[in-house]
């Protein structure tokens, strides 16, 4: 257990529709991940935040937003759902986001399914 | 940040070592490396990390050449439960995360 939650852990919904992901990253962390991981590819980066202020941005599509905060949560929106972005999703959190030894630790991830 | 170059595919039988190589030749002087593995459909999981000296904890070591242009993660008795995708990754102290590339990896199987 990496002490990073993730909620829903399934999602199924429909094309067209919009759905928040959420996390809550391990105690201490300031900086939060957002990763797509489709189908038997690699994990792609999408936003990072740091205490609340995004510090780093990916291919992230204009449909997709983040937030993080002042409680530390994010939450990833997704909208006007396509098929395609049928993946998995997968929250990191690390102390500072910075530095030779700031690690990230990993969450379960949320399946997420659109038809 | 530097790119990695590994195996897509290795195999081990449970009990042995299991030694991964990763190629980073481009790596600068202050770029670390670092290793997660992805078990099925979970979380990565952080395994390891080193600049230029080798490192152990108690899941792996991490033996990294003296040019650094590569480095082999090892795990000492592999099991069953080692059956992941491993991700050899390098990054500056201050790069953006953004920059930072899981790529595809090496699938391990650890054989009965």
């Known amino acids: 257990d990496s002490g990073v939650t993730q909620t829903p852990k399934h999602l199924i919904t429909a094309t067209g529709q919009r759905v928040t992901l959420r996390c809550s990253p391990r105690?201490?962390?300031?900086?939060v991940y957002w990763y797509q991981q489709s189908l038997d590819q690699g994990l792609q980066f999408l936003i990072q935040y740091y205490n609340g202020e995004e510090r780093a941005k990916g291919n992230i599509l204009e449909r997709f937003s983040a937030q993080q905060f002042p409680d530390l949560h994010s939450e990833l929106n997704l909208s006007s759902l396509e098929l395609g972005d049928s993946a998995l999703y997968f929250c990191?959190?690390?102390?500072?986001?910075?530095?030779?030894?700031?690690?990230?630790?990993f969450g379960p991830g949320t399946r997420l399914t659109v038809l | 940040d530097a790119k990695t170059t590994q195996p897509p595919s290795m195999d081990c039988a449970e009990g042995r070592a299991a030694n991964l190589p990763c190629n980073h030749s481009t790596i600068s002087g202050n770029e670390y490396v670092y290793w997660y593995r992805q078990i099925h459909s979970q979380g990565p999981q952080y395994i390891i990390h080193g600049l230029k000296n080798n490192e152990t904890n108690e899941m792996a070591s991490l033996i990294i050449t003296e040019d650094r242009k590569s480095s082999t993660l090892i795990l000492p008795h592999a099991t069953l439960r080692d059956t992941a995708v491993y991700y050899c990754i390098v990054r500056g102290p201050y790069s953006s995360a953004s920059k930072i590339i899981f790529g595809s990896g090496t699938r391990l199987s650890i054989r009965p």
């Open positions: 105690s201490g962390d300031l900086s």
């Open positions: 990191a959190s690390s102390v500072v986001g910075t530095g030779s030894t700031d690690t990230q630790y």
